[in-house]
């Protein structure tokens, strides 16, 4: 049986699900936002052996006949009859990790990307960049620091052409409205507040020359490259995710033998079943290795290119879920 832990209100598993339908896998999608307040978990050690039970609006289930989970963003826990502030934290806080205690014990499942405490460990952009040069991607000098005595040296490295980037996603608001961090460039007249890099951590690379970006996006051994032409706005120059422009074309790419094979082994490398990789094609036709994103979004790449993300998804679930039974409770008498 195939588990999806994600919010109802999750478009990409709307449109995974009636083609996990079509292959017939028995599935249950839940939300993490419903424990503990509309759902119980119980795992227990009696009588010399473990069980693992999940109630829920649609029924109880034996968590030891999950062969395959697939956990895509859920909303957090939420204790919603606990209502002094630092009550219902507490709560919130003993589901967190009684829901980590029970995914770790589902250790005969196969997971995408990979159990939520695994992912977390191995998102960091420093990790992926040095596993890329261990497989021989080209990677740009690179530098994460808060030292503001290192930015003027790394903008003279690149020749004034430095750009900085946010070490992770984090809502944060100015005067009331919700802001996000894209890459930027740094200007020389940025280097005189160099001081406030003090307060916060970034990566500076140079702003690498780009012919077009790539999006590739792989699902266990099936690699999914999608060439996007950033370069043909001013808006996507730097950032492709600014991608409301329609003059930035994406299209399906044939990345090079070696290049996909490496892809793979990274994405495997990490212990993930599941990855979104971003590179740079330069004038001169080098790859150069951006990041890798532990659950990054594939929708827009299917619908903008028509290449099957979607389908390969249910593939890999599918195939998942009909492998061999994983071991049941532990019998240790």
């Not at 916060?200 to 790539?214: D, H």
């Not at 996006?217 to 996507?236: H, K, M, N, P, W």
Request: hydrophobic share 40%; net charge neutral; aromatic share 10%.
């Amino acid at each position: 049986m195939l588990l999806i832990i994600s919010s109802a209100r999750d478009d990409l598993v709307h449109a995974v699900l009636p083609r996990l339908r079509e292959r017939g896998v028995p599935l249950l999608w839940w939300d993490e936002a419903d424990y503990p307040g509309a759902s119980t978990l119980t795992t227990g050690f009696v009588d010399g052996r473990w069980r693992q039970t999940l109630t829920c609006r649609s029924g109880t289930y034996d968590l030891s006949e999950i062969t395959a989970v697939w956990h895509r963003r859920p909303d957090r826990p939420s204790a919603p009859g606990v209502r002094e502030p630092s009550q219902r934290e507490f709560a919130e806080h003993a589901a967190r990790a009684a829901l980590t205690g029970a995914y770790d014990l589902m250790a005969g499942a196969r997971w995408m990307p990979a159990t939520p405490q695994h992912a977390l460990a191995v998102d960091n952009k420093l990790l992926h960049l040095y596993r890329a040069t261990g497989l021989g991607f080209t990677v740009a000098d690179t530098v994460v620091t808060n030292d503001p005595g290192e930015l003027v040296p790394a903008w003279n490295r690149s020749g004034g052409r430095l750009i900085t980037k946010a070490l992770g996603y984090r809502a944060f608001t100015v005067d009331g409205e919700a802001r996000h961090l894209f890459t930027a460039t740094v200007p020389r007249r940025r280097l005189s507040g160099r001081h406030r890099l003090r307060y916060g951590p970034a990566m500076l690379q140079p702003n690498v020359p780009k012919a077009y970006e790539l999006r590739v996006t792989v699902v266990g051994e099936r690699v999914f490259a999608a060439r996007i032409d950033s370069q043909a706005s001013r808006l996507t120059a730097v950032d492709w995710r600014h991608y409301e422009d329609p003059k930035v074309g994406y299209t399906p790419y044939d990345l090079p033998r070696d290049v996909t094979e490496r892809c793979v082994r990274l994405v495997a490398g990490l212990g993930l079943s599941y990855g979104a990789l971003d590179f740079i094609v330069t004038p001169d036709g080098r790859y150069v290795f951006l990041e890798l994103n532990v659950d990054g979004q594939w929708a827009f790449v299917e619908l903008l290119t028509g290449m099957p993300i979607g389908d390969a998804i249910a593939d890999w679930l599918a195939d998942a879920t009909t492998r061999s039974h994983p071991e049941g409770p532990v019998d240790v008498r």
